[in-house]
């Protein structure tokens, strides 16, 4: 597609629920990067994904989140057991290769916990 | 660990002012370093970028230099305009291991222009 697509664009859930958050790159590119960001603060790094691996998830916050991108493209962000304090946006980035280029970002996935 | 900090919004300004958010980091390495900015209802795009000390990056007229010796990149433009108004956020990323989407943000400046 023309740019990083993320689907739903806003998504409530009740507290201990499971969501899913979709993120579709754009094409051909091989690294993708899950980011999120809270009220009033900048993105904070998640997990990067070099093709179909997760190659850093350092960023991951505790055991209820988890990614995966089984083909190396489209990407699903995975929360069980979701706390309110989960309520943020999700964004989502995609890059060519590694090093020296720029990564796109998708407008993101607003999530609230109730 | 790694960090950027950058200046508290919200900023507001008069159409035709000179513009400075300052930036500063901490790292341990050589990182790269960024300018991304947010318009209203709009993704993360990408503004300027620096990857190596006294490299300026230039974009739309915003300008901001790498200075390893100060360990800052402060965002300037001369003459601001309404279409400006946006949310600005300073990042870095490590060059060595990384990549240039493996971020670290500071908490981003809200930039308001008035004609």
């Known amino acids: 597609g023309a740019g990083v697509s993320q689907t739903p664009s806003n998504k409530v859930t009740e507290k201990g629920k499971y969501v899913e958050l979709r993120c579709d790159p754009i094409?051909?590119?091989?690294?993708l990067y899950w980011y999120r960001q809270s009220l009033g603060q900048g993105p904070e790094f998640l997990i990067y994904?070099?093709?179909?691996?997760?190659?850093?998830d350092s960023g991951l916050p505790n055991d209820r989140f988890f990614a995966v991108r089984p083909e190396g493209s489209v990407s699903t962000l995975k929360i069980q057991r979701t706390e309110r304090g989960d309520s943020a946006v999700y964004l989502c980035?995609?890059?060519?290769?590694?090093?020296?280029?720029?990564?796109?970002f998708g407008q993101g996935t607003r999530l609230t916990v109730v | 660990g790694d960090s950027v900090t950058q200046m508290e919004g919200p900023v507001t300004l008069s159409e035709e002012a000179f513009l400075t958010i300052n930036c500063t980091y901490t790292?341990?390495?050589?990182?790269?370093l960024f300018w991304y900015v947010q318009y209203p209802g709009e993704g993360l795009q990408l503004l300027l970028k620096?990857?190596?000390?006294?490299d300026k990056g230039s974009n739309k007229g915003f300008e901001a230099t790498y200075r390893k010796e100060t360990t800052s990149f402060h965002l300037e433009k001369g003459s601001v305009q309404v279409s400006d108004s946006a949310v600005y956020f300073c990042?870095?990323?490590?060059?060595?291991?990384?990549?240039?989407?493996?971020?670290?943000f500071g908490k981003g400046t809200k930039l308001s222009v008035k004609p």
């Open positions: 094409s051909g590119h091989t690294a």
């Open positions: 790292a341990t390495g050589y990182p790269s």
């Open positions: 994904f070099q093709g179909t691996g997760a190659a850093d």
């Open positions: 980035a995609s890059s060519s290769n590694t090093l020296n280029t720029e990564a796109f």
């Open positions: 990042a870095l990323s490590d060059r060595y291991g990384g990549s240039q989407g493996n971020l670290i």
């Open positions: 620096a990857t190596k000390a006294d």
